[in-house]
């Protein structure tokens, strides 16, 4: 390129400048086909984040490393693509928490990143949708949970305890799901508390902005179930869905059913509930929820490029770091009337039935000492399982 840069200069001085030009827009476009760059920014202290290890990894080969990189004093990288055509996956690693990003040949990306403590301020829970059915002998459950990191300046919660769920404690867990603020799905693990059953704690960064939860289990069930609430924080509105064919009750005056306009299911909801002990409630009778439908289904086949938690490494390279080991919003006050906390339930339950459970069950999951593996399902058992 240099030589025939000299040759237009010497020979066609007059021409030589729009043609180097000319040159230098090629040479650009073909070194950007084969590059993702990016610049980095830490958001907690509003600076370049120099010094953070970045991963490239192809999302069509079971995360394969392809490429890694440091951000430069600016907090910019330059990471080298060996197949263009293929989608990839960019990961910071920023203070032990990952943040990820889905990534083409020739992309500029502006990844943020943010410090990382033990104990953050400003986390609140905003909605909590527990989903309900019988199976046979089992009460199953899918409950859905989002905490919303508002920290200022914002950080991100990282930890061995970062989240905790209380569950009945005759609960045994089917699966639990984690969804952070890239909207990435995961199955992750949860650990139960030695002497307090039913009470969990998972290892997954809470980011600034909304992250989600899901935990699926069985209950033992002889047509009658007594549910005890309690929160790790505060929480703007908790829904209890059930089938038509089946019973709500509660002796608290905190649960009021929604007139949602659907045959399908019922939904009690109770508002701003503190943390701690909460309004407990019973279900009783039998009964299955309908399907998520056709639509939920189309949804998840097209999100066909799942992040699975386990990755694997190029030759004489480390693997990723575990999604679940180092990693909906219903944007709700008290409800001026039901119908807009219809509107953003129901845009709840239609953006959070699928996607996650089909993802996570297309990817395994590591198990760390003393958690919660996920259980087989038997048969052909309906799926009420939350996506995130």
């Given at each position: 390129?240099?030589?025939l840069?000299?040759?237009?200069?010497e020979f066609c001085?007059r021409?030589a400048?729009?043609v180097l030009?000319?040159?230098?827009?090629?040479?650009?476009?073909?070194?950007?086909?084969n590059?993702?760059?990016?610049?980095?920014?830490?958001q907690?202290r509003?600076?370049?984040?120099?010094g953070?290890?970045?991963?490239?990894?192809?999302?069509?080969?079971?995360?394969?490393e392809?490429?890694r990189a440091?951000?430069?004093?600016q907090g910019?990288?330059?990471?080298?693509?060996?197949?263009?055509?293929k989608?990839?996956?960019v990961?910071?690693?920023?203070q032990?928490?990952?943040?990820?990003?889905?990534?083409?040949?020739?992309?500029?990306?502006?990844?943020?990143?943010?410090?990382?403590a033990t104990h953050v301020?400003?986390?609140?829970?905003?909605?909590e949708?527990l989903?309900?059915?019988t199976?046979?002998?089992?009460?199953?459950?899918?409950?859905?949970?989002?905490i919303?990191?508002?920290?200022s300046?914002?950080l991100?919660?990282a930890?061995?305890?970062t989240?905790?769920?209380y569950l009945p404690?005759?609960?045994k867990?089917?699966?639990?799901l984690?969804?952070?603020?890239?909207?990435?799905s995961?199955?992750?693990?949860?650990?139960?508390?030695?002497?307090?059953?039913?009470?969990?704690t998972?290892?997954?960064?809470?980011?600034p902005?909304a992250?989600k939860?899901?935990?699926?289990?069985d209950?033992?069930?002889?047509?009658?179930?007594?549910f005890?609430?309690?929160?790790?924080y505060?929480?703007q509105?908790m829904?209890?869905m059930?089938?038509?064919?089946?019973k709500?009750?509660s002796?608290?005056p905190a649960?009021?059913?929604?007139?949602i306009?659907?045959?399908?299911?019922?939904?009690?909801a109770?508002?701003?509930?503190?943390?701690?002990e909460g309004?407990?409630?019973e279900?009783?009778?039998?009964?299955?929820?309908?399907p998520?439908?056709?639509?939920g289904?189309k949804?998840?086949?097209s999100?066909?490029?799942?992040?699975p938690?386990?990755v694997v490494?190029a030759?004489r390279?480390?693997?990723l770091?575990?999604?679940a080991?180092?990693?909906?919003?219903l944007?709700q006050?008290?409800p001026?009337?039901?119908?807009?906390?219809?509107a953003?339930?129901?845009?709840?339950?239609l953006?959070?039935?699928v996607?996650l459970v089909?993802?996570?069950?297309?990817?395994?999951?590591?198990?760390?000492?003393?958690?919660?593996?996920?259980?087989?399902?038997?048969?052909?058992?309906?799926?009420?399982d939350?996506?995130?």
């Amino acid at each position: 390129m240099i030589d025939l840069l000299l040759f237009v200069e010497e020979f066609c001085p007059r021409r030589a400048l729009p043609v180097l030009a000319l040159l230098a827009c090629c040479s650009s476009a073909s070194l950007g086909a084969n590059y993702i760059t990016g610049a980095v920014r830490n958001q907690s202290r509003g600076e370049p984040a120099a010094g953070d290890e970045v991963i490239l990894a192809q999302l069509e080969t079971g995360m394969q490393e392809e490429a890694r990189a440091k951000t430069d004093s600016q907090g910019s990288f330059t990471l080298n693509v060996q197949h263009p055509d293929k989608p990839y996956l960019v990961r910071v690693i920023h203070q032990g928490v990952s943040y990820d990003q889905q990534a083409s040949a020739g992309q500029a990306l502006s990844i943020q990143v943010f410090d990382a403590a033990t104990h953050v301020q400003g986390i609140t829970g905003t909605i909590e949708i527990l989903r309900t059915g019988t199976i046979g002998s089992l009460l199953h459950v899918s409950d859905m949970v989002e905490i919303k990191n508002e920290s200022s300046p914002p950080l991100t919660q990282a930890g061995e305890r970062t989240f905790e769920m209380y569950l009945p404690a005759n609960a045994k867990i089917d699966s639990v799901l984690a969804a952070g603020p890239e909207k990435m799905s995961m199955t992750i693990s949860a650990a139960l508390v030695p002497g307090q059953p039913g009470h969990y704690t998972v290892n997954f960064p809470l980011r600034p902005g909304a992250t989600k939860f899901a935990f699926n289990y069985d209950l033992p069930y002889d047509g009658h179930v007594a549910f005890q609430t309690r929160h790790a924080y505060p929480l703007q509105q908790m829904a209890v869905m059930i089938p038509p064919t089946m019973k709500f009750s509660s002796r608290s005056p905190a649960f009021k059913i929604l007139p949602i306009g659907n045959s399908g299911y019922q939904v009690q909801a109770a508002n701003q509930l503190q943390e701690g002990e909460g309004p407990g409630f019973e279900v009783s009778g039998t009964g299955a929820l309908p399907p998520l439908g056709d639509q939920g289904k189309k949804q998840a086949r097209s999100q066909s490029q799942a992040v699975p938690n386990r990755v694997v490494s190029a030759p004489r390279r480390g693997a990723l770091p575990s999604l679940a080991n180092i990693d909906t919003r219903l944007k709700q006050t008290q409800p001026p009337s039901q119908s807009l906390v219809l509107a953003g339930l129901t845009s709840v339950l239609l953006a959070t039935c699928v996607l996650l459970v089909w993802r996570a069950r297309k990817a395994r999951s590591f198990s760390a000492a003393q958690s919660v593996a996920p259980r087989p399902r038997q048969g052909n058992r309906p799926q009420p399982d939350w996506k995130l």
